[in-house]
């Protein structure tokens, strides 16, 4: 709902008709929320922890150090976003999907990587 031109409209008419409120929220905060989440079900003290979160619009991934969010990055390229992408098209998709998750490696090692040079 982040991309929404209409996400206003949207979020009035759900508010008028259920009464619900709704925040939109960054991606980043969304991996914020999600940290907290696990740190509850997870002791991540004394640990490193990659969490990562795959959603329909995007990807949010967060590196922790000693229960602490070292960093945190939110990528464009959730799982219905990328099927719209390829719909009809079985041969591409497989590729594509597997270009994803090659993708996604690279980048949370060079993220991974980063974040070890730094100490």
Known sequence: MRELANANLLIDRIRRSSGIEIEVISGEEEARLIHLAVSQSLNLKDRHA??????????????????????????????????????????????????????????????????????
């Open 50 to 119: 990659l969490l990562i979160d795959i959603g329909g619009g995007s990807v949010e991934v967060t590196l922790s150090q000693n229960g602490n969010i070292l960093s945190t990055e939110s990528y464009n390229m959730g799982t219905v976003r990328l099927l719209k992408k390829l719909s009809g098209e079985k041969t591409l998709r497989c590729l594509f999907i597997n270009w994803c998750g090659n993708t996604l490696k690279r980048r949370v090692i060079a993220l991974t990587v980063s974040l070890v040079q730094k100490k």
